[in-house]
């Protein structure tokens, strides 16, 4: 057997209430969008007992962390008040922390209030901030003192307006920078958990996504564990010219490039395939592995 790449001492594992989650082995993450304008339709779920359906079924295929967002960012998606989305997300938080006590549960949100209440009074495991805490400056301090694991994503601008002709010198470079910067600020506070997510289709263009997922491997360079959504975005089916609900495969292709350039979880809408390239990959790096 020969040695393990050692020149990374990557953090292998969060602390979720307790529970340890190791990225030894990829993870993947079900999308449940709890919006009436998600992109995807076959993401969305109109009523607290179809998502808990949905999130069991997610449990049964696989995902060891389901995220739940109940504020759409697809680009130009509608602004919605604070309570609007605390209202969306207490109906169905409150019935999948009753049912399936023991999911370990992401908030997709930027505001720190909704972090602060999923977290005391639902016990919600991680939060995931598309914003990286720039639309509330609280965000960090609110992270702090809850001592949860925190999904810091890369976006240029809002979901209102990132798609605007964005722009870069060097989009691994420019993001690898914003990163260290928001990392440093985390930790001086004492965040212990953070993954990064360096945000495909979040103020980047078509060639821009495609040249971040060409360098991903670059991002091993913070030792953080990271999170890559791909899952049916406009990169495969404008490319494809074909629609979300006929982006599965060209997910599950990108997905296996992911997850051979650094990926350690997985965000999708569809688990069980996302859980097959999980274990296929595995199966291929042990046996790398064994033959060094």
Known sequence: MGNKDTFFSKKQTINCRGTLIDFNKPKVMGILNITPDSFYAGGRYDNPENLLAKAKQMLADGAEILDIGAYSSRPGAEHITEQEELNRLISVVGIIRKNIPDAILSIDTFRSEIAKIMVNDYEVDIINDISGGDMDDQMFETIASLNVPYILMHMKGTPQNMQQS????????DILFYFSEKIEKLTLLGVNDIIIDPGFGFGKTLEHNYELLSRLEE??????PMLIGLSR????????????????????????????????????????????????????????????
């Open 166 to 173: 964005p722009k870069y010198n060097d989009i691994v470079r």
């Open 233 to 292: 975005k406009s990169m495969i089916y404008k490319l494809l010219e074909t629609t979300p609900e006929n982006a599965l495969t060209g997910t599950i292709a990108l997905n296996m490039v992911a997850l051979q350039k650094g990926a350690d979880i997985l965000r999708v809408h569809d688990v069980k395939e996302a859980k097959e390239s999980v274990t296929l990959f595995s199966k291929l790096n042990n046996q790398n592995h064994l033959n060094q």
């Open 219 to 224: 991002f091993k360079i913070i030792e953080l």
